[in-house]
């Protein structure tokens, strides 16, 4: 069974600093990654997929890497700012798995002014 | 964005009563999901959908039940409903890809008193 994992489970940080969330999986056949964000009281947007075939995917601020092989990603937000407050999961797609995926429980993350 | 909406938005109901949530989507997406997301455990399958009127079980699926007659909509029926039940529950659904994105609903709160 994939287990996706990400610790910490919440963080705070400096507004201007750049924030680093790390989640592992267990599982290296898998079809994607992705990285959501989710709002108190929202459903998750997605912010980034990275297919199982590249290395890292950018939008923005953030950059996500996926190290498949050691069942490895991180995402990097740059000179984080208070809207960036929010909880962040990832999760992997399963292979033959009719587009399944696989959760880790999210980083809540507040930055503070 | 997909354009996904989930009926009620918030419920409260008693113990033993059944409870149909309705998830709607205007993006002819073939895949369809029901998850629920609860504190400690983060988000869970319930169901899932692959097409009209395929459907299959998630990791938690004892004590719902679910159809989808139309590729738009896929409902997710709480057949007697419980205390145990009280969760947020999420639809999402993809494109007909695995390498495409996931969209997410904005949520239904259900409580069972």
């Known amino acids: 069974k994939q287990e996706v994992t990400q610790i910490p489970a919440a963080l705070s940080v400096p507004e201007g600093e750049n924030l680093v969330l790390n989640c592992s999986f267990t599982?290296?056949?898998?079809?994607?990654l992705q990285w959501f964000r989710q709002d108190p009281g929202k459903g998750l947007t997605s912010l980034l997929l990275i297919q199982s075939s590249q290395r890292e995917q950018t939008s923005g601020r953030l950059n996500a890497s996926l190290d498949k092989s050691s069942g490895r990603s991180t995402l990097y937000i740059a000179a984080s700012q208070p809207g960036d407050s929010a909880t962040y999961l990832c999760?992997?797609?399963?292979?033959?798995?009719?587009?399944?995926?696989?959760f880790g429980k999210g980083n809540q993350v507040v930055v503070i002014p | 964005d997909a354009g996904i909406t989930q009926s009620p938005r918030h419920k409260v109901t008693e113990t033993g009563t059944p409870v149909t949530l309705r998830c709607h989507q205007t993006?002819?997406?073939?895949?369809m999901y029901w998850y629920r997301q609860d504190p400690g455990h983060g988000l869970r399958l319930i169901h899932y959908s692959y097409g009209v009127k395929d459907t299959d079980k998630g990791e938690v699926s004892d004590g719902y039940s679910v159809s989808r007659s139309k590729t738009e909509d896929f409902l997710l029926t709480l057949e007697s409903a419980t205390s145990s039940q009280t969760s947020v529950y999420f639809c999402a659904s993809i494109q007909g890809s695995s390498t495409g994105e996931l969209f997410f609903g904005e949520g239904s709160r259900l409580t069972v008193l």
């Open positions: 999760a992997v797609t399963l292979l033959g798995g009719n587009n399944r995926l696989a």
């Open positions: 599982d290296s056949a898998i079809y994607n």
């Open positions: 993006e002819n997406h073939r895949y």
